[in-house]
């Protein structure tokens, strides 16, 4: 018989309360299918992907989206009405910049 998997005990000291709920979520739907070690593995890369837009081998990437499917579709439907961050090169930051103390 597989030992049951303490998904409470798993939770990161940096974690924010945000990532850990999502990756909380998706080792609970999970955590009958695989052992501690590979559910932990494949729920890192799982928020990896999900908070800081790491890419990883094409069937990484495919597996992780199949496995995350509910997850990930209740954590963006939570944030539809947040505020989202916006990225920008750190070229076109410096040329915006440099324009406005020209002026």
């Not at 501690?36 to 094409?58: D, K, M």
Request: hydrophobic share 35%; proline share 3%; aromatic share 8%.
């Amino acid at each position: 018989m597989k030992p049951s998997i303490d998904v409470e005990s798993l939770r990161s000291e940096h974690e924010s309360d945000e990532q850990w709920e999502v990756r909380r979520s998706f080792m609970m739907e999970h955590k009958d299918n695989f052992d501690e070690e590979e559910l932990v593995t494949l729920a890192q890369l799982f928020t990896n992907i999900e908070f800081l837009g790491c890419r990883y081998p094409a069937p990484t990437m495919k597996r992780i989206a199949k496995l995350a499917e509910k997850v990930s579709q209740k954590y963006k439907e939570s944030r539809r009405n947040k505020l989202k961050r916006t990225f920008v090169q750190a070229s076109d930051a410096a040329e915006q910049k440099a324009k406005r103390s020209f002026k």
